[in-house]
């Protein structure tokens, strides 16, 4: 096969079944490419999942911890030395006792336990410079991150409400430490210039090998609000442009509207029409979820159709009134102050110990809907901006 073709292998698990999940993963890796291919023995590897946050493994807001369980195995068995772990979302601090937390509320405590592996507790970062970055550049990266020979992502087949998709490229902003994370948000509101920001992290970091859960994905107001879905697959791919474009197959999206597919396509990693992505394995076909629901966030098909719906989309993004804005229900908060933390434009404030958003500021990023525990924060728009929905997705 060609260099300029990149492989994605799909195989189908229909659960999370430890012996069904690693039969089904150590089959992917193997069709990728072989996991000597990645990784050489004697190599510390930096396994890093998908911890938006400590979520039961059913609610699929992390990647399940049995395939992180079956990738951890794998590498373990070639004779790397593996060390598991993330950062978490924008409205946790980065600390130890939060990591610990985090790490047995999803299950992933226990799986290191069971394979003799190692939980990153090391909550250092260093300032790394990006001089290539078409964004930012300097980043903070974790040092686990950096410390290691080797970074495997392990990502979950997610929505997202502001990327549409979070899946390989958007993993690695776990690398951004914690309450750091907002802060690119405030720089970078536009979902465009994000994605081309995410694209520059992984320049930095050089991940090795993909995998993606697409066991059990989430659909609807991802990546923490949504609800589970059933895919059936896993898949792996050493690049994490190619498995993000199946991972859209699968969840019935365009991947043109994912921006940091766009992103890459501009920088000339993939082609525009996808040809040098090749799908190997079983077939992607019988895997894809035709009505799997996308973010509130995003139009819908019919509006992408024709320039004069194009043109309207660009003026109702133009006067902000279109996209939807965080609601917060008081009956249903808890005070825990996530959002207020989250809000990289400190546009939350205080009121009665109860968070009160103030929306000149508010640059509609999420963050707050995509930390909230409690669910006490919907995605609404308001009176004119359901107006205009209404005229921009009339067939």
């Known amino acids: 096969m060609s260099e300029s073709i990149k492989k994605v292998s799909v195989v189908r698990c229909d659960d999370y079944n430890r012996e069904k999940t690693c039969t089904a993963v150590q089959r992917a890796i193997d069709l990728a490419g072989g996991v000597g291919a990645f990784v050489q023995p004697g190599q510390k590897v930096f396994l890093k999942f998908n911890l938006l946050q400590g979520s039961a493994p059913e609610t699929c807001v992390t990647t399940n911890p049995e395939v992180v369980y079956a990738v951890a195995k794998i590498l373990r068995d070639h004779g790397c030395e593996v060390l598991l772990g993330d950062s978490p979302g924008s409205g946790s601090r980065y600390t130890e006792n939060n990591l610990r937390k985090a790490y047995a509320v999803s299950g992933y405590d226990k799986i290191a336990k069971d394979l003799g592996v190692h939980l990153n507790y090391d909550v250092g970062f260093r300032e790394v410079s990006a001089p290539e970055s078409r964004t930012i550049k300097r980043f903070p990266i974790i040092n686990p991150a950096l410390d290691c020979d080797a970074v495997v992502v392990v990502s979950k087949a997610k929505t997202h409400m502001l990327t549409y998709l979070s899946g390989g490229a958007k993993n690695m902003f776990g690398v951004i430490p914690g309450l750091d994370k907002p802060t690119y948000h405030a720089r970078l509101p536009d979902p465009g210039a994000f994605g081309r920001m995410i694209i520059d992290i992984n320049d930095v970091?050089?991940?090795?090998?993909?995998?993606?859960?697409?066991?059990?994905?989430?659909?609807?107001?991802?990546?923490?609000?949504g609800t589970p879905r059933k895919i059936g697959a896993v898949l792996a791919?050493?690049?994490?442009?190619?498995?993000?474009?199946?991972?859209?197959?699968?969840?019935?999206?365009?991947?043109?509207?994912?921006?940091?597919?766009?992103?890459?396509?501009?920088?000339?990693?993939?082609?525009?029409?996808?040809?040098?992505?090749?799908?190997?394995?079983d077939n992607l076909e019988d895997f894809i979820v035709k009505d799997y629901r996308g973010p509130s966030t995003f139009l819908g098909e019919a509006?992408?159709?024709?320039?004069?719906?194009?043109?309207l989309r660009l003026v109702f993004k133009l006067v902000n009134e279109y996209p939807p804005r965080p609601v917060i229900h008081i009956d249903r908060c808890i005070s825990c102050m996530k959002c207020v933390r989250s809000c990289p434009v400190k546009t939350i404030e205080v009121v009665d110990n109860k968070p009160r958003i103030g929306y000149k500021n508010c640059i509609k990023c999420y963050c707050c809907h995509e930390m909230c525990d409690s669910h006490a924060i919907s995605l609404e728009r308001s009176l004119t901006g359901k107006v205009l929905a209404r005229l921009i997705t009339r067939k």
């Open 303 to 311: 509006s992408t159709q024709g320039k004069s719906h194009r043109l």
């Open 205 to 225: 970091v050089k991940p090795k090998l993909q995998i993606m859960d697409a066991v059990m994905g989430m659909e609807g107001e991802g990546p923490h609000a």
């Open 237 to 281: 791919s050493g690049d994490y442009n190619a498995i993000d474009v199946a991972t859209c197959r699968l969840m019935a999206i365009d991947p043109l509207r994912v921006p940091t597919i766009s992103a890459a396509i501009e920088r000339g990693y993939l082609k525009e029409d996808f040809n040098d992505v090749s799908v190997v394995g």
